[in-house]
């Protein structure tokens, strides 16, 4: 095959056992890929009903077509699997040289099933594919455990793996993958500790062929243009990073703060891309094969909060910063660090630490609860404390990296959780921006902002404008936002080089490169189908459209603050009409027809 | 005048374009080990560093080359050149190489080093930060020797 290497990899841990499977054609060219190649093997062999931390549920790490070629920004993979921190069908999306190296060992997806006896890691080194034991580095934190096993294997060998977080099962926790990278949401890292699996490392020789080099090599040109050529993909993204984001979002009033109870922080400005481009960076990183180079390598000097590494990310400055009103972008990016360290997720962790202060504000936790940290409003050092104790598995730490949702509902307060669908929602006021308040409630991942980026429309004003604060239309955008992000991250491309490229350019690429003659309603119809199909997987996994809503607060409680003060969500003004357009029924449930329209099983 | 291909590290994003830009313009597909280039990340100091054959002026790959094959270029001044009709497959270039910069490759029985891409290195074309830049020879350290002049001129208008 061309694009795809046409090899799927499976490894059984209960047994031992170690097979291959060749890709079917047909599943490729309908799913395309990472997310949506890996729902549909969950779809076909995972009971929805399963226990996600048992070892019937599966874990799949997915590449897509465009993986390991030089499409710009496409080097990315998926981690797809029941997640264990609200039960849908999770996929996690990361960059790095993780994916890439996986097509050049030659697998399109590797499935691990069942669970080891004791702690074990994979090394596939092209055809040769061991199960090793993991003893040595079971307890371990990313970096050393990449070290570790680089040592054990290959120098230059690329790792994914979980950090202590992980083997403790925290719902929260991540897998990372070249030492920086993460598959962030959902819990996928608390699966692969529950199977035993602190890590994969691969190394390989192989090649991803071209059906049509000459056109596929015209067709990247074209692309790369359009994104250096965009605003935000070609200037904004690559001079200060996703934390550009910072100061645009608190202008708008949109920006979190202190657990959603304002939309408006007075001292956003210290937390942004501009103060870290000016205290912290070092020097920008890029993902395998790309060209915009968000990613921040950064250094704190600063008392306490010293070290190197990567981050933060716009959601993690904020989850960290103005969400637990703090303004110490040192202490935001040591926190950054040790999560990265421990294999958690930025955007939980800080908003799971948010929800325990607010608990805190309120006297439903003392200090007595949470062994002597004061979680006041602001405190730089207990963003920093309440990481490392989340991280280990700590005390009160233990509880907090359960999520904001187990820890609220402990208390009998679920209230304060900042969650859809028990998942931490990201940077973005659903007050603020009505449509993305609409995404946050269909995301089939849970509250999530990468499921459709409305912001882009709503705020950022690339590629086409919608007023953030009506509700009209955004139904329609949802869709169209969701289903051509369902159909890029299934061919393994960066959900940032849609500032500047193109759906139809990205068509043009897929098409050259597989030989399949993909049209842009082919495409777009993949997207949709790869939407149905997680709809249909966590309606029979037990999801409702009760479970289509967002916390009382954003739909009752208007912002007091900032450019968008008075504001509520009017979520049940769209979510009707949002039922309507996906051709589904007023529970939410797709209909005979649509199902028949996308060829998907009901 | 003659080119050279000019390494800037502190550019570097660790992207590996060059890599996959470098074995797609010999092979017409994507395989790294194939690239001429390589780009090494060292992931806890965030530093990244492309390596490739450096042309040397008294290359030891010409110099134990027993049949002529590596060879200085008689087309194009500063390029060592690989003869394959000439070569033998002894490699060794590849145990004289310091840097490491010729490889044997089994696959196709080929000696990888850059070549320039006759002229047009496809690896500084697909750079994105410019980490890689086929320069005049006469141009080579400008910029970089600029831009730390910079850095003196801001130190001297503090003080002055």
């Known amino acids: 095959m061309y694009g795809w290497t046409g090899t799927i990899l499976r490894i059984d841990l209960s047994s031992g056992k170690v ?58 993979y998926n981690v797809v699997t029941k997640g264990p921190l609200n039960d849908t069908l999770a996929a996690s999306n990361s960059g790095g040289a993780f994916g890439p190296e996986l097509k050049y060992a030659g697998y399109d997806a590797v499935i691990v099933e069942g669970k080891a006896a004791k702690p074990v890691y994979l090394w596939i080194k092209d055809d040769a594919v061991e199960i090793r034991d993991a003893a040595d580095v079971w307890g371990h934190t990313v970096p050393d455990t990449t070290d570790l096993i680089r040592a054990a294997t290959d120098d230059e060998a690329k790792v994914a793996c979980i950090g202590p977080a992980g083997e403790h099962q925290a719902m929260i926790a991540n897998i990372m993958n070249d030492m920086h990278r993460a598959a962030g949401r959902t819990g996928v890292g608390a699966v692969m500790g529950s199977k035993n699996l602190k890590a994969v490392a ?10 049509d080099p000459e056109a596929f090599l015209a067709a990247v040109l074209k692309g790369r243009q359009m994104i250096f050529d965009d605003p935000v993909g070609g200037t904004g993204l690559p001079a200060y990073g996703t934390e550009v984001l910072v100061n645009i979002l608190n202008q708008v009033g949109g920006l979190p703060t202190r657990n959603w109870q304002d939309g408006y922080f007075p001292n956003a400005d210290k937390t942004g891309g501009e103060a870290l481009a000016a205290k912290q960076l070092v020097r920008k990183k890029g993902c395998f094969s790309c060209i915009i180079s968000c990613g921040r390598v950064t250094k704190v000097d600063a008392p306490g909060f010293e070290g190197i590494g990567e981050g933060p990310e716009y959601e993690t400055a904020w989850a960290y910063g103005a969400d637990c009103g703090v303004d110490n972008l040192d202490a935001i990016t040591k926190a950054n660090y040790l999560c990265n360290e421990y294999g958690m997720d930025t955007i939980s962790a800080g908003s799971s630490i948010a929800c325990a202060m607010e608990l805190f504000q309120r006297g439903i936790v003392t200090t007595k609860d949470t062994d002597g940290v004061d979680l006041s409003w602001g405190n730089d050092k207990a963003i920093v404390e309440m990481t490392r104790k989340m991280g280990e598995g700590d005390g009160f730490g233990a509880k907090v990296a359960q999520g904001s949702y187990r820890l609220a509902d402990g208390y009998g307060h679920p209230e304060y959780s900042m969650t859809a669908k028990k998942q931490e929602m990201p940077a973005y006021d659903a007050r603020a921006i009505q449509g993305i308040g609409l995404n946050y409630a269909t995301s089939n991942r849970g509250g999530c902002h990468v499921r459709g980026y409305t912001i882009s429309h709503e705020v950022l004003q690339s590629g086409g404008f919608a007023d953030p604060h009506v509700t009209e239309g955004k139904a329609g955008l949802g869709i169209a936002f969701q289903n051509l992000t369902a159909a890029l991250d299934a061919t393994g491309c960066c959900l940032f080089a849609t500032f500047g490229l193109t759906g139809a350019q990205l068509v043009e690429m897929l098409a050259t490169l597989t030989g399949f003659d993909y049209t842009l309603d082919e495409f777009l119809e993949a997207g949709d189908r790869i939407w149905n199909q997680e709809r249909l997987w966590n309606l029979a996994a ?16 208007p912002l007091p603050s900032g450019a968008s003060k008075g504001h509520i969500s009017k979520l049940g003004d769209m979510v009707p009409e949002y039922y309507a357009a996906r051709g589904w029924d007023e529970n939410g449930v797709p209909t005979k027809a649509k199902l028949k329209e996308l060829s998907l099983k009901a | 005048m003659a080119k050279v291909l000019m390494i800037h590290p502190d550019k570097c994003t660790g992207c590996r374009n060059c890599e996959l830009a470098c074995s797609f313009e010999h092979e017409r597909r994507f395989r790294p080990g194939a690239s001429r280039v390589q780009a090494f990340t060292w992931e806890r100091e965030g530093i990244s560093v492309p ?38 497959r002894c490699r060794m270039c590849v145990i004289a190489c310091p840097f490491g910069n010729a490889r044997y490759d089994a696959a196709t029985s080929s000696i990888f080093k850059c070549d320039n891409c006759d002229g047009a290195p496809q690896c500084a074309a697909f750079c994105p930060t410019k980490a890689l830049e086929y320069v005049d020879d006469t141009d080579q350290v400008k910029s970089r020797k600029k831009a730390y002049a910079a850095k003196f001129k801001d130190a001297f208008q503090e003080v002055s």
Request: hydrophobic share 40%; glycine share 10%; with cysteine.
């Open chain 1, 19 to 76: 097979t291959r499977e060749a890709l079917d054609p047909q599943v490729a060219r309908a799913y395309i890929g990472a997310r949506g190649l890996g729902g549909h093997i969950i779809r076909s062999e995972v009971d929805p009903k399963v226990d996600a931390l048992s070892p019937a549920n599966k874990l799949v790490f997915a590449t897509g077509p465009l993986t390991g070629t030089f499409a710009p920004s496409a080097g990315r």
């Open chain 1, 202 to 211: 691969v190394v390989g020789s192989g090649s991803v062929n071209v059906a």
């Open chain 1, 542 to 557: 037990g999801f409702t459209k009760d479970n289509d809503t967002l916390p009382t607060r954003l739909l009752e409680e």
């Open chain 2, 51 to 88: 390596m490739m054959c450096q042309q040397c002026d008294d290359a030891a790959c010409v110099t134990v080359c027993p049949t002529g094959a590596m060879h200085r270029s008689t087309t194009t001044v500063a390029m060592v050149d690989w003869d394959a009709d000439k070569c033998i």
